[in-house]
């Protein structure tokens, strides 16, 4: 999967930005104006296409948006289960 030889190297701007090179944003299909997620693992910084997650528990699994947040099917259905008993 990883590939060294399209490793790239840029500087980060004054406001702290960088602009990912045309032909990586091509190859995964990464468009202007797109949401991206970014973390840090292990010491590195993994870029990637924004995908709504559970604002409790980080699942990608089942999430719905509430209200500007987005929550997943579990933990609605365990805050609902917490509301009855
Ligand atoms: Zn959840």
Redesign the pocket.
Known sequence: MRRQNNMKTKKINKSGGFTIPSDIRREIDMDKGQAVDIEVEAGKLIISKHTPR??????IDG?VRYQNNH??S??IKEMGDKVDG
Do not use: E, G
Not at 54 to 59: A, Y
């Open positions: 559970c604002m409790f528990c980080r699942t999430v929550v997943c579990k933990c």
